[in-house]
């Protein structure tokens, strides 16, 4: 009998386990190939992730993370690796306006983009005048855009007649949330798309979806179970120092920090962008336009402040509040049912505030203060609530900055090397730094892969349907 030898699997080396990385796992088991992820820190899900507060030994979220129903290549993941049901999707997003209105919108029985014409209508926290010019400026974002080069989101609205309201109340919540970014330093094309695609074209596609637990569990533990069950190599605590190639400028492997070689056919690199420079060997950055494309983009901070009060202070489970230093308020009471260890009554919020270049100058005291001051302007009781405890954290590089241009410094995924893959929330998606951004270039690094094993499959989902009435007002 003669025994028939099945040739190698091809190795593939994935480095970095947040939410690129992962994704490319994802969309590569159950395919003949032999996979090693590399993750430098001991837990997955790079910044979307949770740490362990020492003193009570419980979960806490490097900041909250929101995601919107449009993200349909998340939701993909999600339900790939089995954590569809650790984020819950809400049909409303609240407004708390300084006036201390409430303003929710929601959808109603007209068709996108005319879904969200009776909550904008009914919107106290706008004037009439506010209301036209908001109308005039999202039917200007409708239809392609003539920006000049270099055109901020913030010129682009003064061009267009915005009010001072309606840039403080209206645009500026919406664009500074979504996209991590201040409007005077805001894209002119990723604003649009926020608008078209969240808002415009589809009805549910504005919908937010909360998680319900801690980042850790959802791609931290059960990611973990679900690798280990698919047979995924994952390392822990090891960091790649570079990639390795051979005389001719062949790929051969990855080297770790500890200087073991491990060979590979493929290798995605699916770290930030500020590292992928350090992991490709000086001889190969002319090659390699993406190192430059990294050293041009910039960073832009997000802080999160997580406070545990000894008694109820928000009656929401999650509110915008424009035209504040707060942006955001998470009640992870009432979505997430925790408290603060052994104080029943307790309720534990997380606030937030995207690009904050506002905060990043002072010291956690100080912007702890600014916070508790701009709360208690909210809910006055909040004054005599006692903080049990609190965290401050700022990730100074928590996104890249989506500065007018930024998509001409993102790379694809596919690079000059053979064999050589990029991902990451900043590589080419279209997308802004946002889990969907990430899982995108996951998806389109392993497409590559599959491609040069000559079984091409087309991995990213499509969008959510367009409603008949904007294909034809859009497009
Ligand atoms: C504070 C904050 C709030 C956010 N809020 C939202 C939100 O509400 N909604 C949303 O959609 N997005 C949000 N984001 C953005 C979102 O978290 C990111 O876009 C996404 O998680 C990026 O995933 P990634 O895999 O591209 O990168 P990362 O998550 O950064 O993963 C890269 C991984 O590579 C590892 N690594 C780095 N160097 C090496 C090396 N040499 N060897 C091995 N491993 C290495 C890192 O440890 C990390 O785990 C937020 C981000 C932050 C920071």
């Known amino acids: 009998m003669t025994s028939v030898r099945r040739p190698p699997a091809p190795r593939v080396v994935i480095v970095g386990g947040g939410l690129a990385g992962l994704a490319a796992v994802s969309q590569l088991v159950d395919r003949g190939l032999e996979i090693t992820l590399l993750e430098s820190r001991p837990r997955l899900g790079g910044r979307a992730s949770s740490f362990i507060d020492p003193a009570t030994g419980e979960l806490v979220d490097n900041c909250q993370h929101v995601s919107m129903a449009c993200c349909t290549n998340l939701a993909d993941f999600r339900a790939r690796v089995g954590v569809a049901d650790l984020m819950r999707r809400t049909p409303e997003i609240v407004f708390l306006d300084t006036a201390g209105r409430v303003s929710r919108f929601r959808a109603g029985i007209l068709p996108a983009p005319f879904h969200l014409t009776g909550s904008f209508l009914k919107a106290r926290f706008l004037s009439l005048l506010d209301k036209l010019a908001i109308a005039r400026g999202l039917a200007a974002l409708a239809r392609p855009l003539a920006s000049p080069p270099g055109e901020t989101f913030a010129q682009w609205l003064a061009r267009h007649g915005q009010t001072p309201r309606a840039i403080a109340f209206f645009w500026s919540p919406v664009l500074v949330s979504a996209l991590n970014e201040q409007l005077d330093r805001m894209d002119v094309g990723h604003a649009r798309k926020v608008f078209v695609d969240g808002f415009l074209r589809n009805r549910e596609a504005f919908e937010p979806e909360i998680p319900t637990v801690p980042l850790g569990d959802i791609f931290g533990t059960r990611l973990e179970r679900w690798l280990a069950n698919n047979e995924v190599m994952v390392r822990f605590t090891t960091g790649a120092r570079s990639i390795e190639i051979d005389g001719e400028g062949g790929l051969v492997g990855v080297t770790t920090r500890t200087g073991e070689l491990l060979p590979a056919d493929f290798v995605i690199l699916a770290t930030p962008f500020n590292r992928v420079g350090d992991l490709i060997p000086a001889a190969l950055r002319d090659r390699i336009w993406a190192v430059e494309a990294a050293a041009s983009l910039e960073a832009s901070p997000i802080t999160g402040i997580h406070l545990w009060f000894d008694r109820p202070v928000c009656p929401f489970d999650h ?43 002072l010291d956690k005291a100080a912007v702890l203060e600014r916070v508790l001051e701009d709360l208690a302007a909210i809910w006055p009781e909040s004054r005599s609530a006692v903080l049990l405890r609190s965290w401050v954290v700022t990730e100074h590089g928590a996104t890249f900055a989506v500065r007018p241009g930024v998509d001409h410094d993102r790379p694809r995924q596919r690079t000059a090397i053979d064999g050589l893959f990029l991902a990451g929330d900043w590589t080419a998606t279209g997308w802004p730094a946002t889990m969907e951004g990430a899982v995108r270039s996951g998806y389109l690094a392993a497409e590559g892969i599959l491609q040069d094993l000559d079984r091409p499959t087309r991995l990213i989902r499509p969008d959510l349907p367009t409603s008949w009435l904007a294909r034809w007002l859009l497009e």
């Open 319 to 361: 509110v915008v509040t424009p035209g504040r230093l707060i942006q955001w308020v998470f009640n992870h009471t009432a979505i997430q049912g925790r408290s603060a260890p052994g104080a029943d009554q307790s309720e534990y919020l997380q606030i937030v505030v995207s690009a904050s270049y506002e905060l990043v100058r």
